[in-house]
């Protein structure tokens, strides 16, 4: 091998040879030592100043360090000294790119493919060139060349699918993105450049797709995270739009476009305090971001602080004097907080700027009307509506106010207007309810205020106006229910809170109790007993709004009365506003009250409580209300929130509370056997098993601790210490054993032993006769058994105990489809769907009876819904790599053949399945590379091809090509004779798919034919590392 120490010896034997420093540069040059590099070749020019080459290799070298101007330099001159190098004219056309003298750029590239007409790498750079010039059509006639050259060169069809983007031909800039992901699946950027151009078509669930799988690819990708954001927020997905921005900034805590969209977002969900924070972030970090000012004022309108929206939509103005938006904006605030001077003034001053400026006209006549100037405000809609003939808000607007003018015949005809434009706007309806009944028809009144109801049915307001028309016309019982309906949505008016709504609070004699509480306030209005009762007389018939209403007056009255705070909180907790019932639990504790023995009085338990409102407490609210604060040295405490992380799902929580309380009494009980039901939820069964292995050592008679682990070895494919766990935990409490019965018949089951599955479900069935899984774990027993009829029976049995056991219903399409009734089958797993939207199994199967149908894209969106629901369910791979290789789209079937390889890269026959794609695909190294792998686990190859394909012969005529030798001897039989491989070969297939992250290096080794330390210690020559490979050997299991 060449060495540094070779050169410099050549060197110190004749100084004066130039080839000597010019070979010795190249040297230092891979070892990235530049400077001797560089010293190298310039004392080789010195002695040779007319070497090409040397300068070429220096202008390289200059390149790599990012001195352009020099490297520019050297390729110029390797170019007066060979006119015809076409690596040089290229080299020098990226310098000029990367400097931005794009036509030098472009004239250099030129040059280089004269002399060279087939350098594709020129062709690509020259439309990058071209692209950053706008020029986005020359751009994609040199990256249709590029592809033309190389068809497999995915940076060509990036770059290609990135200028119709530009060009918005965004279906052809999707298929562009497409095929460099049929070339490299690993090419992140294409998935996010493939999500943004399905964006701009509006296929937001496409584009969340790609961006998903963008951030699978690389979880640090900060653009990704926040188009995803964007995307979901376009769905209306508001909160998961947060966390994805939340994600964004905890990478990138200065990305200022994310903290405004997420204002954005928090405005829309009207936290407006969150959005607040946010536009302050912005403006922290952009001071003259006028964006941020405007998005802030409207965030403070709508919290209600009129003073700070006035101030920021004013700095709006301030940094850009011509920003009509915030003119209006500023004008409606005005308005509605009685400044209508200032309001006119600021609308005015929008509609100077931009005349035909809609909503400045419409603010306009607004304020008007609030004067009371009737025709000036009619005078602005009516310029509105020369502007926008079909803007519905303006019309319903100039509708009111006719009313006013009593012109009510214009405001039916405006209102019918607004209605036919925005047949969804309920304040239309409403309103012109309002005009009916002033003209006196009351029964068009008392439709449109329905019709609002029905489209808004949270506005008070119209439940009022339409009880009024009912009292008027003597309909007394129909306005009481308004009435009713008003208050339980805070309606603020005397009659509806004194005089009707009280009447229907009482329990049995509600009429007597609401009219003493309110005879009692009437007298006193300080009587803060009557109010709270009739707070808890609320809370009781579970109108939580208006109890909170009292309490809140309760605490308004007498701040230092804690038990107002309790109750209050209590009801917070019903309408799942955590952080107010926090705050008002923690008031009433810190006021001196005993809350958990306060709560306790009325309510057993936290679980008592939990059915009656029929969710699970966040943690926190269940430790204020069980333990009052968390003692830290109180391992009880960390249990009891750690049972409550787990009821929510919040698994990593729930096992960090529960190893604190085990740190702190290391032989809790109740802590281990929960924190084992987490892992096993988060699918970490070693952990599991340990966890449940300890509670049985600390009590070896607790049935359930065994019944858990059964079923975690049982994931773990550990059958005889699954049945051995069953098998305890029914001997401790054989006469209530159906689960344990059911659960080691169905490990027996997969364990091959279907009588002794029969016998345990019978048993089960005898302990438990309406126990539905029973019967569902006895049919599939059947089913694998050939008794079909039994099963069927059994899966019917099963639907009749219980109707919404989706199991049951996949289970007897299995059947179903068996028998080729797949109408019955695909009704089957559908009602399995229904049941359970999350059943990726019952996907699977009903892609599976459309693939027997043929039907084959609606078999492939139902193995795409499986594989979304569970990434790990193998068969949902090769089922779908089935349906693609019967459409011939070969790439996707290859593609997850692969995937169900990486899943369970122990089942030989995969490698076969895939090698026989790559045959149909005319890949034949691949195919070759698959069928070696097979063959060497086992597979008789040559029979599984002559079973599907009758002869090699008739193979060929089926594709149209002739088999490379190589192949044909694989497929043909073998009479007796093993097959033979030299061991490089054998090593460097397994070096191969450990290369390709499809085997650890344990299985890789193993198809190597050599021992696993062997194998890595060669890693190196095959240019591969065994970092990271130790971890996932070791979950391996194998």
């Known amino acids: 091998m060449e060495t540094v120490e070779v050169y410099s010896h050549g060197i110190n034997l004749d100084l004066h040879r130039p080839i000597a420093y010019s070979n010795r540069g190249p040297v230092h040059h891979i070892k990235s030592d530049y400077d001797r590099a560089t010293a190298d070749y310039s004392k080789a020019l010195e002695l040779n100043p007319r070497d090409a080459d040397t300068y070429y290799k220096r202008g390289v070298a200059y390149s790599d360090i990012g001195e352009l101007n020099l490297a520019i330099q050297d390729y110029t001159k390797v170019i007066q000294l060979e006119p015809t190098f076409a690596n040089a004219y290229y080299n020098r056309g990226v310098a000029y790119s990367h400097t931005g003298r794009l036509d030098l750029a472009i004239q250099d590239y030129t040059k280089a493919i004269e ?23 020359l751009a994609i006639v040199d990256y249709t060349k590029a592809i033309e050259l190389n068809p497999h060169h995915a940076a060509a069809y990036n770059n290609r699918g990135l200028a ?79 966390a994805h921005y939340n994600k964004v900034l905890e990478l990138d805590p200065n990305y200022t476009d994310a903290y405004f969209t997420r204002g954005w977002t928090h405005n829309k969900k009207k936290d407006h305090g969150l959005a607040i924070a946010d536009f302050d972030k912005v403006i922290e970090l952009k001071p003259d971001y006028a964006g941020a000012y405007n998005m802030r004022g409207i965030s403070h309108y709508n919290k209600g602080d009129t003073v700070d929206a006035i101030k920021d939509f004013s700095k709006v103005i301030e940094l850009d004097p011509h920003h009509v938006e915030a003119y209006n904006n500023r004008g409606n605030v005005y308005r509605e907080s009685g400044q209508v001077v200032l309001a006119l003034k600021d609308f005015n001053k929008a509609i100077k700027l931009n005349p035909k400026y809609v909503d400045a006209y419409n603010g306009l006549g607004v304020t008007h009307d609030i004067k009371g100037e009737f025709d000036k405000a009619i005078d602005n809609y009516n310029e509105a509506l020369k502007l926008d003939p079909n803007h519905a808000m303006v019309y319903s607007n100039r509708g009111i106010t ?4 009593d012109e009510l015949d214009k405001a039916i005809a405006d209102l019918d207007k607004t209605i036919s434009l925005a047949p969804d706007y309920a304040a239309g309806y409403h309103n012109r309810g309002n005009v009916y009944k002033d003209k006196g028809e009351v029964d068009k009144a008392i439709a449109d205020y329905s019709t609002a109801i029905t489209l808004d049915p949270k506005d008070a307001k119209v439940y009022y106006s339409r009880g009024n028309t009912h009292s008027n016309e003597g309909k007394f019982e129909l306005a009481l229910i308004d009435y009713n309906k008003a208050i339980k949505l805070n309606l603020k008016t005397a009659d509806v809170y004194n005089n009707r709504g009280a009447v229907y609070n009482n329990k049995g004699e509600t009429d007597k109790a609401i009219e003493d509480f309110s005879k009692a306030i009437e007298l006193n209005p300080e009587f803060v007993i009557a109010y709270y009762n009739l707070g808890a007389v609320h809370a009781n018939n579970k109108k939580f709004n208006k109890a909170i209403d009292e309490f809140s007056k309760v605490i308004e009255l007498d701040p230092e009365y804690p038990k107002a ?53 966040p943690a926190d609210i269940a430790l204020l209300l069980t333990h009052q604060v968390l003692e830290p040295n109180n391992a009880d405490t960390y249990i009891t929130r750690g049972i409550a992380h787990l009821k929510n799902d919040d698994h990593d929580l729930a096992i960090a509370d529960f190893s604190k309380a085990i740190e702190l009494e290391p032989e809790t009980i109740l802590a281990y056997k929960n924190r084992g039901i987490a892992y096993y939820n988060k699918g970490k069964f070693y952990r599991a098993i340990d966890d449940f292995s300890k509670v049985i050592s600390l009590t070896p008679d607790d049935p359930l601790a065994y019944y858990g682990r059964g079923i975690a070895y049982r994931n773990l494919l550990v059958f005889e210490k699954s049945i051995e766990d069953f098998s305890a935990a029914i001997s401790l409490k054989p006469e209530a054993a159906a689960d344990a019965y059911t659960e080691r018949g169905i490990t027996y089951h997969l364990k091959g032993d279907v009588d002794h599955a029969i016998e345990d479900c019978n048993a089960a069935i005898a302990q438990e006769p309406k126990f539905a899984e029973a019967y569902t774990a006895r049919g599939q027993a059947y089913r694998n058994k050939g008794e079909i009829d039994k099963a069927i029976a059994d899966y019917d049995k099963a639907i009749e105990l219980n109707p ?30 229904e049941l359970n939207p999350e059943f990726a ?71 076969y399945t895939r090698g026989e794609a790559w045959l149909l695909a005319k890949g034949w190294e691949e195919a070759k590379t698959d069928l070696t792998a097979a063959v060497l686990q086992n597979v008789d190859v040559a029979a599984a091809f002559h079973n599907t394909h009758g002869s090699i012969a008739t193979f060929e005529e089926e594709i149209g090509s002739r088999l490379p030798e190589e192949i044909v001897v694989l497929l043909t039989p073998r009479s007796g004779s093993p097959f033979e491989i030299d061991k490089e070969t054998r090593i460097a297939l397994g070096m191969k798919y450990y290369g390709n992250d499809e085997l650890s290096s344990g299985l890789a080794a193993k198809l190597a034919g050599i021992p696993r330390m062997e194998f890595i210690f060669l890693m190196g020559d095959y240019g591969l590392s065994p970092f990271g490979d130790e971890e996932e050997y070791a979950k391996s299991g194998f």
Request: charged residues 30%; contains cysteine.
């Open 115 to 137: 002399y060279k007409n087939d350098y594709v790498h020129a062709y690509n750079n020259r439309g990058l060139a071209y692209s950053e010039k706008d020029d986005f059509d």
């Open 164 to 242: 119709y983007v530009s060009k918005d031909k965004l279906d052809l800039a999707i298929q562009d993105y497409t095929k460099v992901i049929q070339l490299n699946p690993k090419f992140f950027g294409a998935y996010y450049n493939r999500g943004i151009a399905y964006g701009r078509k509006d296929e937001i669930d496409k584009s969340i797709a790609d961006y998903i799988k963008t951030i699978e690819l690389d979880s640090n990708y900060v653009d990704a995270y926040y188009n995803l954001g964007n995307a979901y927020a376009h769905k209306g997905k508001f909160t998961v739009a947060i």
């Open 402 to 405: 006719y009313r006013k003018k």
């Open 565 to 617: 705070y309790l109750e209050r909180g209590v009801v917070w907790i019903c309408l799942e506003n955590w952080q107010k019932a926090k705050t008002d639990l923690i008031t009433a504790r810190d006021k001196g009250l005993d809350i958990t023995d306060e709560f306790y009085k009325s309510i057993n338990s936290i679980e008592s409580f939990e059915r009656i409102i029929g969710f699970p407490l």
């Open 804 to 833: 919404e056991l989706a199991e049951s219903y996949t289970c007897r399409g299995l059947i179903y489809n068996q028998q080729g009734e797949i109408d019955k089958a695909i009704e089957d797993h559908s009602k399995a769907i």
């Open 841 to 911: 199994e019952a996907y699977l199967n009903r892609g599976q009876a459309y693939y027997n149908k043929n039907e084959l894209n609606k078999a492939i969106e139902n193995y795409d819904e499986a594989i979304e629901l569970n990434p790990e369910l193998v068969e949902a791979y090769t089922h779908r790599g089935n349906a693609y290789r019967a459409k011939v789209e070969l790439n996707s079937a290859i593609a997850d053949y692969t995937e169900a390889l990486k899943l369970r890269p122990k089942i030989a026959e995969f490698y």
